[in-house]
Nanobody, 123 residues
Framework: QVQLVESGGGLVQDGGSLSVSCAASGGTFSSYAMGWFRQAPGLERQFVAAISRSHNTNYADSVKGRFTISRDNAKSTVYLQMNSLKPEDTAVYYC?????????????????WGQGTQVTVSS
């Protein structure tokens, strides 16, 4: 059973930067594609970024150019570096893992999820 644990969330001012991490255990990390999603109160879970097994990346238009997803297979960890943060980026951020099938931007493609970490951007 794959387990994912996020860390690194917190409070940051408008325009600031924050990095969140997701450590995986219980599986062969290098065989999974990984994604980051976020969910604000009252809204559906939203795709943020994805990285394939071969390190190809994709981003939501709302974060393109500001966020960077990366992975370190030796550490079984995926990262999300967030720059130029805006108040509308405030949400619980979740990492997710999937086998290499399905739409990377859809939550239903991911069978494995972390518990989430809160990111709050103050104006």
């Amino acid at each position: 059973q794959v387990q994912l644990v996020e860390s690194g969330g917190g409070l940051v001012q408008d325009g600031g930067s924050l990095s969140v991490s997701c450590a995986a255990s219980g599986g062969t990390f290098s065989s999974y594609a990984m994604g980051w999603f976020r969910q604000a109160p009252g809204l559906e879970r939203q795709f943020v970024a994805a990285i394939s097994r071969s390190h190809n990346t994709n981003y939501a238009d709302s974060v393109k150019g500001r966020f960077t997803i990366s992975r370190d297979n030796a550490k079984s960890t995926v990262y999300l570096q967030m720059n130029s943060l805006k108040p509308e980026d405030t949400a619980v951020y979740y990492c997710a893992g999937r086998f290499y099938s399905g739409d990377y931007s859809q939550p239903r493609s991911y069978p494995y999820w972390g518990q989430g970490t809160q990111v709050t951007v103050s104006s």
